[in-house]
């Protein structure tokens, strides 16, 4: 043997190879929305707010796997991932028929810029999130690090039908109800939700309802102000660019891990 051969079984192992988790709650809200819950690791890290890579084995046996906001807070024992079905999407066409006791594959390297880490110091953080951006969202507010750092917590969803928002409501009511969460959000923690293409109790784009003053209004707080406002967003491309084209009009500057400011933003993963 020479002095640089490596048994061939050793070779074979790749440290960054995602590991195999079990499927503990599979739940739907709509036809093309549900949430599940995965086994987490114990060497399994993150921050709140953060994405990794999740999905499954293919026929051929290579692994399929697609960017997921990590939807649990960075204290929970299981993993929380909130996804959209895609009837001809390669993962997600398969990923929705998943049950409890079945095995998803989890990358080993969350990463993200939607973290307290990457903004500066405020009072008010506004989360600004449409469709299945709400999902990092259902993370940063069940974290309890955004109330030490924060005196108010708006957070808006935008979707198209009223069933979608039902996910984003029921994780800001059961943080409200949580029994240690609860006390640090109370008073602090207030969801805005908003359709487009059904009555609703509120109507319209967020980048509408920043424009017009409406949503500040309904919420009874002043304009957007690069003192006092921290903003996370999180949608599709163009919903990205617009708020985003709003935020740097009200003078706040976009942060990032390495350069923390006022506002962040991360495209909304879809399988
Ligand atoms: P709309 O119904 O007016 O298109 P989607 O499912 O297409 O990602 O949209 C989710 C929600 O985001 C919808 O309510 C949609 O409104 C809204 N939306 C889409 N594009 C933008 C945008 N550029 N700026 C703000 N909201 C948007």
Redesign the pocket.
Known sequence: MTADATPVAAKKVNPNAPTEETVLEVKHYTDRLFRFRLTRPSTFRFRSGEFVMIGLYKDDGRPLLRAYSIASPSWDEELEFYSIKVADGPLTSRLQAIQPGDKVLLGKKPTGTLVHDALVPGKRLYCFS??TGFAPFASVVRDPETYEKFDEVIVTH???EAAELDYSKEIVEETLNHEFLGELAEGKLRRYGS???EAYENKG???DLIESGKLFEDLGVPPLNPETDRVMIC??M??I???KDLMIKAGLTEGSNASPAEFVIEKAFAG
């Open positions: 449409t469709g935008t979707c198209r359709c487009t293409r784009r967020i980048t949608g599709s163009e919903m660019q617009d708020v």
